[in-house]
C-alpha cells in the first residue's frame, strides 16, 4: 500500500507547474523502476503511464529525458495491454509530421524500448513486433516527409537486429518498403535503407534472400547516377557483411559488376564510387574468403592499380618522394580531417586519398584471409605481388594512408611469422630477401618530420624482427641514425620516443652483440639522456634498453673495450634507484638494470660505490613494493660469473630472503629459493653462512601443495650438500628427510619435484657423513611396511619410493646393492604383503634399469612366475620390471623376451607391455637409439606376427611398438608399413 501512496505522489508531481518538481520525481522514479525489488501496484500502472506519455512533450528537455528512460524500464513491469498502448503512443508521436521535437523524442523513447525487451520469452518482444512492424512499413512505404521515414528506418533497423527471428511474417514486405528507398532523392535515407538491408538480409529465408539479391543486383545494373550507384555498391557491401557466406553463388554477377565500375572511364573522376567498389571486395574477401578465389588476381590487380592512384601528384616515381616530409608538417595535428590541405600538390577536393586506403585495406584482407598465398605476394614475377608494390608505397604523401600501408605491412609480416611457426615456407625466405630494399624505403620514413609516419615505422620495424631475428645485422648503420634522430628531436612526442626506445631494445636482444659495437658511442648518449626523462614510461623503457645496452658492451668471450661507457651507465642508473619520488615502474626498472649492471661490469667501479649499490639494494630488498624485482636483481647478481664481493651484505640478505620464503606470495618465494641456490653456488663456503637459518624455513616448503616450490626447497638442499656437505648433512638429516618421507606418501608427486628428489637421495648415500645407505633404505621400506591402524600407501606413491630405492642402490657399494636386489627377489616368490610385493617388483625394475643385473640367480624366474599372480596390478608390475631390467643389460635379457613372448602365450600381453617399455625408454635419447637399433632385426617379425592377433589390447601395444620405433627409425620402418597397410587382413 505504502507503494501505491508513494507512486500516487509521484503521480502528483509529474503534474506540478514547477520543472524542478516534474523533473526530481521522474528521476526518484527511474532510480525505483531500475531495482529488482520494485512492484507497481496495477491500479496506478495506468495513470503512471498516462503520465510519462504526457510528459514527452513537456517543455523541459531533461524531463523529456526522465520520462524516456522511465518508459523504457517500465516496459517490462507493465501488463501487456499498457505496454501495448506505450508503445501506439511512441509510434504515432513519431508518425507525426507536425511537431519534429515530439516525433524526435518519441524515435528515442520507441529505441529505449526496444533496447529494454528482451528476446526471450516472446510474448512482449512479440507484442512489440505486432504493434510496430506494419505502421513502420507503411509509413516507409507512404509517408512523404524524409525525417518521418527516416526515423522508421531507424527503428525498423533496431527491431531487426534485436527481434529479426519474430519478423519473418513480414519479412517480404520489408525488403520491398526497403529496397524502394535505394533510389530516394535523400542521401541520409538511402544510408538507413542500407543498413536496414544489412541487418534484414541475416534472418532471411533462402528464396527471399535470392529476389533480395535479385532485386538489388538488377538496380545496380539499371542505375546511371553516380550517387545511386554509389548507393547500390554500398547495399552490396552491407549484405556481405552480414551474410558474406551466402554470396558465393551470385559472386559470377556481383565481381564483375564492381571491376566495370572501377574500370569506367565515364565515372573515372568519382572517386567515392572507387572508394566503395572497394570496400566491397575488401568485405567480400573478408566474408567469403573461399568463394572469392577466382577472382582474387583480378581484384588484387585492381588494388594494385589503385593503391597508385593519385591524379593530383605529378611524379609517377613512387620511390622518389623524399621531399614529402614538409608537405606533411602541416597535417600531424590534424589527421582525421578529410578536407585537410596537404601542400601545393593537393586542394580540399582531393579525394584521391580514400582511394588508395580502400585499395590498401582490401590488400590487407588478401594477406589476412589467404596465408597459402604468401609466396606469390613475394614474388615480383607474381601478378599479385603485393609486398614490392606496398614497399614502394611508403612515399604515400596522405600521411592517414601511409600509416595504412605500413600497417598492411605489419599484417604480411605477422601472416608470414604464424605460417612458419607451422610450416616450411617460403614466404619467410622471401621476407628476408627483400629486407634491404625494405630497410631501404623504411630509413627514408624514419628521417620525416612527421611524428605519426616514424611511429609507424617502428611498429613495422618491431614485427620484422620479432618474426626474423637477426635479419636486420646487416643494416644496423642505416637504422640508427633513424633512431638517434626520434630519440633526439625536439619536434618528438613521448609515444614516438617510447617506440624508438622499445625498436632498439628488441634490436639489440634479437642480433649479435657485435653488430652494435662500433654503434655505442653514438647510441648509448640519447638512451642514457631518456634515462633521465621526466616521463615516467621513456625512463623506464630507457632502462630496459639499457639492459640490453650492458649485455652488448661486455658479451662473452669479446674484446671490445666497454671501459668508456662504464660510468656514464652507473651514474644514470645509480641516480634512479637512489630517487624516492618515482613511478613503480621506473623503480622496478632501474632495480633489474642496477641487478645486470653489477652482474656484468661489476668489476668496474669502486669498493665504496658498489657498497653503496649493494646498500640500496638491500634497501629495496626490505620495502615490501620492490623487494621481487630486487630478489631477482640480486640473484643476477650472485650468478655472475665475476663473483662479485658482497660480504658487506651477505649476511642480511641471506637472512631477509630467507624470511621471504615464510610469506603468502608465491612470486617472491620462487624468486628467492632460486636467489638463495645461487648465493650458496658462489658464497656458501665462506664462514658462517647461515644454512641453518635457511634450511630451517626450507624445510615446511617440501609438500605436495606446491610442487614447483617443493622442487626448487629440494634443489637448493641438493646445492647445500654439494658445496658445503659437513654442515648442511646433519641439518638435512635432521629438518628435510622427515619432509621427503611424508612427500613420498603423496600421490601428487611427480616430474621435477620427484627428479629433484631423486637428486637429494643420491647426494645424500654419495656423501654417507650423517646418513647411512641402511637408514635410508629402511626409511623407504618403512613407508609401506604399515601396522593394521595405518592408512593405506597411494598406489601411485609406490613409483616414487621405488625410484628412492634404486637410486641409493644404484650408488651405494655392490654388496649393499646386490644385498637389495636379492632381498627383493627372494620376497616376491613368498607370500608377502602384495603392496610390499608390488613395491619390490618396481624397485627391481628402476634399479635394472640403471644398472646391470644379469649376473642376478633367479632374478628372471622371480619375475616370470609374478606374472602368474592372481592380481592384475602384480602382474603389470611384473612386466614392468622385466622391461625395465632388459634396458639395463639389453645383450641378456632383450633376447630372453623376445624368446618368451613366443613361448608364453598366456604370458603374452604382459610380454609385449615389457617390449614397450624398452622400446618407449630406449627411444628418449640418442644412445639409447643406438642401442635398440641392432636389435630391429630380431623385434620387427614378431611386432608383425602379432599384428593380426584376435586380441585387441595386444593390437594396441604392438601398434605404440610400432609407432615408436617409426619415430626413431623411420628409414627402416616406414616402407614396411606403408607396404603391410595394403594388406586386406
Known amino acids: 500500500?505504502?507503494?501505491?501512496?508513494?507512486?500516487?505522489?509521484?503521480?502528483?508531481?509529474?503534474?506540478?507547474?514547477?520543472?524542478?518538481?516534474?523533473?526530481?520525481?521522474?528521476?526518484?522514479?527511474?532510480?525505483?523502476?531500475?531495482?529488482?525489488?520494485?512492484?507497481l501496484d496495477p491500479n496506478a500502472e495506468p495513470k503512471l503511464v498516462t503520465q510519462l506519455l504526457k510528459l514527452l512533450e513537456d517543455p523541459s528537455n531533461n524531463v523529456q529525458e526522465n520520462a524516456v528512460n522511465c518508459l523504457g524500464l517500465l516496459i517490462r513491469r507493465v501488463r501487456e495491454n499498457t505496454a501495448g498502448d506505450i508503445v501506439d503512443t511512441l509510434c504515432t508521436h513519431m508518425l507525426n509530421d507536425k511537431k519534429d521535437e515530439l516525433r524526435d523524442i518519441s524515435n528515442i523513447g520507441l529505441k529505449t524500448v526496444i533496447r529494454q525487451v528482451p528476446y526471450d520469452p516472446p510474448a512482449l518482444s512479440s507484442l512489440l513486433v505486432k504493434r510496430l512492424t506494419s505502421r513502420l512499413i507503411t509509413a516507409v512505404t507512404t509517408n512523404e516527409k524524409p525525417e518521418v521515414k527516416m526515423c522508421c528506418l531507424d527503428i525498423l533497423n533496431d527491431m531487426l537486429v534485436k527481434f529479426g527471428g519474430h519478423m519473418i511474417a513480414d519479412h517480404e514486405k520489408i525488403m520491398r518498403a526497403v529496397l524502394a528507398q535505394l533510389t530516394s532523392g535523400r542521401p541520409a535515407t538511402r544510408k538507413r535503407a542500407i543498413t536496414c538491408l544489412g541487418y534484414l538480409a541475416v534472418s532471411l529465408p533462402d528464396p527471399l534472400f535470392a529476389e533480395l539479391m535479385t532485386g538489388v543486383l538488377g538496380l545496380t545494373g539499371q542505375a546511371r547516377k553516380s550517387d545511386h550507384i554509389r548507393t547500390l555498391v554500398q547495399a552490396l557491401t552491407a549484405i556481405s557483411r552480414s551474410v558474406g557466406f551466402r554470396l558465393g553463388k551470385y559472386f559470377p554477377e556481383i565481381v564483375p559488376l564492381i571491376v566495370g565500375y572501377c574500370e569506367d572511364k565515364k565515372l573515372e573522376s568519382d572517386d567515392e564510387l572507387r572508394e566503395n567498389c572497394l570496400q566491397a571486395f575488401e568485405s567480400l574477401i573478408l566474408r567469403s574468403s573461399k568463394d572469392v578465389t577466382p577472382y582474387l588476381p583480378q581484384i588484387i590487380t585492381l588494388c594494385l592499380k589503385f593503391i597508385r592512384?593519385?591524379?593530383?601528384?605529378?611524379?609517377?616515381?613512387?620511390?622518389?618522394?623524399?621531399?614529402?616530409?614538409?608537405a606533411e608538417e602541416d597535417e600531424e595535428g590534424d589527421a582525421e580531417d578529410e578536407g585537410e590541405d596537404e601542400g601545393d600538390i593537393s586542394d580540399d577536393d582531393d579525394m584521391s586519398w580514400k582511394v588508395r586506403r580502400s585499395a590498401t585495406k582490401c590488400l590487407s584482407a588478401v594477406i589476412v584471409t589467404r596465408p597459402d598465398l604468401l609466396p606469390e605476394l613475394y614474388d615480383p614475377n607474381s601478378q599479385i605481388a603485393i609486398a614490392p608494390t606496398l614497399i614502394a608505397r611508403f612515399s604515400e604523401r596522405e600521411e592517414n594512408v601511409k600509416l595504412d600501408v605500413f600497417s598492411t605491412f605489419v599484417d604480411l609480416i605477422k601472416q608470414t611469422g604464424l605460417v612458419a611457426k607451422r610450416t616450411t615456407s617460403r614466404a619467410a625466405t622471401s621476407l628476408r630477401d627483400i629486407t634491404p630494399k625494405l630497410v631501404q624505403s623504411v630509413t627514408k620514413q624514419l628521417k620525416e618530420r612527421s611524428v605519426k609516419t616514424r611511429v609507424g615505422a617502428f611498429a613495422l620495424l618491431k614485427e620484422l624482427v620479432s618474426v626474423l631475428p637477426g635479419v636486420l645485422a646487416p643494416h644496423i648503420s642505416a637504422l640508427v641514425p633513424g633512431i638517434v634522430y626520434s630519440l633526439g628531436d625536439k619536434n618528438s612526442n613521448s609515444n614516438l620516443k617510447i617506440e624508438a626506445l622499445t625498436f632498439l631494445r628488441q634490436l639489440m636482444s634479437t642480433h649479435p652483440e657485435d653488430a652494435f659495437h662500433k654503434h655505442v658511442s653514438t647510441l648509448s648518449t640519447p638512451v642514457l639522456k631518456a634515462v633521465g626523462d621526466h616521463y615516467y614510461r621513456i625512463s623506464a623503457e630507457g632502462l630496459r634498453v639499457c639492459l640490453e645496452l650492458i649485455r652488448v658492451i661486455r658479451p662473452a668471450g669479446s674484446s671490445f673495450d666497454s671501459r668508456p661507457y662504464v660510468d656514464p651507465l652507473y651514474q644514470a642508473i645509480l641516480s634512479q634507484l637512489q630517487a624516492q619520488d618515482l613511478d613503480q615502474e621506473v623503480k622496478e626498472a632501474a632495480i633489474a638494470c642496477v641487478g645486470s649492471l653489477v652482474a656484468t661490469l661489476g668489476d668496474a667501479p669502486t669498493p665504496d660505490v658498489l657498497s653503496k649499490i649493494l646498500a640500496l639494494l638491500l634497501d629495496r630488498l626490505r620495502n615490501e613494493i620492490t623487494r621481487v624485482t630486487a630478489v631477482r636483481a640480486l640473484d643476477k647478481i650472485a650468478a655472475s660469473p665475476l663473483h662479485i664481493d658482497l660480504s658487506s651484505a651477505l649476511n642480511d640478505y641471506t637472512r631477509e630472503l630467507a624470511g621471504f620464503l615464510r610469506k603468502s606470495n608465491r612470486q617472491l618465494r620462487q624468486a628467492s629459493l632460486h636467489c638463495l641456490d645461487n648465493l650458496i653456488k658462489g658464497y656458501g663456503t665462506t664462514s658462517q653462512f647461515p644454512y641453518s637459518v635457511i634450511l630451517t624455513e626450507v624445510a615446511p616448503l617440501i609438500t605436495d601443495a606446491d610442487l614447483h616450490i617443493t622442487h626448487l626447497a629440494l634443489r637448493l638442499c641438493v646445492t647445500s650438500l654439494q658445496v658445503a656437505h659437513q654442515e648442511t648433512a646433519p641439518l638435512i638429516a635432521e629438518k628435510i628427510l622427515p619432509q621427503t618421507t611424508a612427500l613420498l606418501r603423496s600421490s601428487l608427486l611427480q616430474g621435477l619435484a620427484l627428479e629433484s628428489l631423486l637428486a637429494l637421495y643420491t647426494e645424500l648415500i654419495q656423501r654417507q657423513t650423517v646418513v647411512s645407505f641402511e637408514q635410508l633404505l629402511d626409511g623407504l621400506l618403512s613407508l609401506v611396511k604399515r601396522k593394521p591402524s595405518d592408512p593405506p600407501v597411494a598406489k601411485q606413491s609406490l613409483g616414487s619410493i621405488a625410484q628412492c630405492i634404486a637410486v641409493i642402490s644404484a650408488r651405494a657399494q655392490l654388496a649393499q646393492r646386490q644385498t637389495v636386489v636379492s632381498l627383493f627377489v627372494r620376497d616376491i616368490q613368498n607370500p608377502i604383503d602384495d603392496t610390499v610385493k608390488w613395491l619390490y617388483l618396481l624397485g627391481l625394475g628402476e634399479i635394472g634399469r640403471r644398472v646391470d643385473l644379469s649376473n642376478v640367480d633367479q632374478l628372471r624366474v622371480a619375475v616370470l612366475s609374478a606374472m602368474d599372480l592372481p592380481s592384475e596390478e602384480l602382474k603389470q608390475a611384473a612386466s614392468f620390471a622385466l622391461g625395465n631390467i632388459a634396458v639395463g643389460s639389453m645383450e641378456s635379457y632383450l633376447p630372453f623376451v623376445l624368446s618368451e613372448i613366443n613361448a608364453r602365450p598366456k604370458q603374452q600381453y604382459l610380454l609385449l607391455h615389457s617390449l614397450r617399455e624398452i622400446i618407449v625408454r630406449q627411444s628418449t635419447s640418442p644412445q639409447g637409439v643406438q642401442v635398440l637399433q641392432p636389435y630391429l632385426g630380431q623385434i620387427l617379425p614378431i611386432l608383425f606376427q602379432h599384428c593380426e592377433t584376435e586380441e585387441e589390447g595386444t593390437r594396441n601395444v604392438v601398434a605404440e611398438c610400432l609407432g615408436k620405433l617409426a619415430l626413431v627409425c623411420p628409414q627402416e620402418l616406414l616402407p614396411r608399413l606403408k607396404e603391410r597397410a595394403k594388406s586386406p587382413s
Not at 591524379?311 to 621531399?323: I, K, R
Request: net charge negative; no cysteine.
Open 309 to 326: 592512384y593519385d591524379p593530383n601528384y605529378a611524379s609517377e616515381d613512387d620511390d622518389g618522394d623524399e621531399g614529402m616530409g614538409d
Open 1 to 39: 500500500m505504502s507503494a501505491a501512496i508513494n507512486i500516487n505522489s509521484t503521480i502528483e508531481k509529474m503534474s506540478n507547474p514547477d520543472k524542478d518538481f516534474r523533473f526530481m520525481a521522474t528521476h526518484d522514479l527511474a532510480q525505483e523502476l531500475a531495482k529488482e525489488a520494485f512492484r
